[in-house]
T-cell receptor, first 113, second 114 residues
């Protein structure tokens, strides 16, 4: 099993450009999450999907949209990138029960110039 | 609402010395607590977790943590540091009223001095 995979690994954008970060999991998990990691701020939740067909805002949703394409895939879209969105983005998944472990992908490093 | 405070953004220990990374949480309902480790340029990996039952939890690589409700703490310890323990460590909390959301601390970077 690959676990949680993310593409791309690294991306450079110019301000105003758009892009989609892809995430897929092969653990048959119900819930999926997108976080951003910034120095000194830990991980902050952008959006999550408790189950296929549902999405909810997290702590920092502004400037992002998500799509839960099917049970396996959960994408994050930046419609008009800003330098403040320079960050490392992590996707995670869990089976959906509150106490269950979240499993993380390797991350996408995004630089917005 | 839930929150986590990790005291000390950087901790240095000598190889073979005790590792102690501090985590205090805030939760209005019984918490579920987690420690994750992040090696350079990698994602987060679970070290250990507390949900219910025994308050002393053992994890991978010789780490353990004790849930102390009276102190609202979940500190991470390892008796003897190894060079391979150098990494970033994150404490996280969730609970039944969070809608599956985890709340992470700001992380502690552990340096092991040979």
């Amino acid at each position: 099993n690959a676990g949680v995979t993310q593409t791309p690994k690294f991306q450079v954008l110019k301000t105003g450009q758009s892009m989609t970060l892809q995430c897929a999991q092969d653990m048959n998990h119900n819930s999926m999450y997108w976080y951003r990691q910034d120095p000194g701020m830990g991980l902050r939740l952008i959006y999550y999907s408790a189950s296929e067909g549902t999405t909810d805002k997290g702590e920092v949703p502004n400037g992002y949209n998500v799509s839960r394409l099917n049970k396996r895939e959960f994408s994050l879209r930046l419609e008009s990138a800003a330098p403040s969105q320079t960050s490392v983005y992590f996707c995670a998944s869990s089976n959906g029960q509150t106490q269950e472990t979240q499993y993380f992908g390797p991350g996408t490093r995004l630089l917005v110039l | 609402a839930q929150s986590v405070t990790q005291l000390g953004s950087h901790v240095s220990v000598s190889e073979g010395a005790l590792v102690l990374l501090r985590c205090n949480y805030s939760s209005s309902v019984p918490p579920y607590l987690f420690w994750y480790v992040q090696y350079p340029n990698q994602g987060l990996q679970l070290l250990l977790k507390y949900t219910t039952g025994a308050t002393l939890v053992k994890g991978i690589n010789g780490f353990e943590a004790e849930f102390k409700k009276s102190e609202t703490s979940f500190h991470l310890t390892k008796p003897s540091a190894h060079m391979s323990d150098a990494a970033e460590y994150f404490c996280a909390v969730t609970a039944m009223n969070t809608g599956n959301q985890f709340y992470f601390g700001t992380g502690t970077s552990l340096t092991v001095i040979p």
